[in-house]
């Protein structure tokens, strides 16, 4: 469990609710995130990251249903680190899938309003999720056929931490697709990246029309594709 003393503080904003206009990818659509200012730490806003992983589920929507379809009767996915809940919200819009958004406890309560905002209380769920721990039994009984994490990547003591999580859910479903959103912002990030490439294959996702200028701010959205067992596959 990463202690709430290693969660780092937000430089305060101005809290209220910010409505996300995302009619050019998905007609009509606005998506409400309720920020608390920083009060939190630095999960109650909205981060680039965030928005970039948004905006690819949106653009790739067909896509995301093919998965989701293929994994059985109404398939679960899940949000690592959501703060806001912002791209788990974004699925609930698709409206083809149960969604858990989960982070530590003290964002559970702005998770749960956000979901009120936007009416999707028989979609998506906010839950208690501390990496490093044991999964609770809900997602052993039933993995995920997607898993989301948007801006996780923020503090060292936290890597090993995200690391097991994802080892553990890519373990109950070996076809899992693992979509991480992610900005640059100092240089021991790459020891988290250098960790993760022990256990996938980092494929960057490039395919969608916004994605240079993201890349252009230090944001990048990965694939974690887990290796064979038998170690044939090699990293980048």
Not at 74 to 85: A, F, K, M, Y
Not at 138 to 164: G, H, Q, S, T, W
Not at 184 to 194: E, I, N, S
Request: glycine share 8%; net charge negative.
């Amino acid at each position: 469990m990463l202690d709430n003393g290693l969660v780092p503080a937000s430089e305060e904003t101005t809290s209220g609710v910010v409505d996300l206009d995302l009619s050019d990818i998905k007609p009509g659509l606005t998506i409400s995130i309720a920020t608390d200012g920083g009060a939190s730490g630095c999960g109650g806003k909205i981060w680039p990251a965030g928005e970039l992983l948004v905006k690819y589920i949106l653009f790739k929507e067909q896509q995301i249903r093919s998965v989701l379809s293929a994994s059985g009767t109404r398939p679960l996915v899940l949000e690592l680190g959501s703060g806001t809940g912002i791209s788990g919200l974004a699925v609930g819009k698709l409206g083809c899938a149960d969604v858990w958004i989960t982070d530590q406890a003290q964002m559970v309560d702005l998770m749960h309003q956000n979901i009120v905002l936007n009416n999707l209380e028989d979609i998506v769920h906010a839950k208690e999720l501390n990496w490093g721990e044991p999964l609770p039994n809900e997602i052993v009984k039933r993995p995920p056929a997607i898993v989301l994490a948007a801006d996780c990547v923020y503090l060292e003591p936290a890597f090993p931490l995200l690391e097991k999580t994802l080892e553990d859910l890519a373990a109950l479903n070996e076809e899992c697709l693992i979509l991480m959103a992610y900005k640059k912002r100092r240089k021991a990030d790459a020891k988290y990246f250098k960790l993760a490439r022990k256990h996938f294959i980092l494929e960057e996702i490039s395919d969608f029309p916004e994605y240079e200028q993201y890349k252009k701010d230090s944001v990048r959205l990965y694939r974690f594709h887990l290796k064979k067992r038998s170690g044939t596959l090699k990293t980048e």
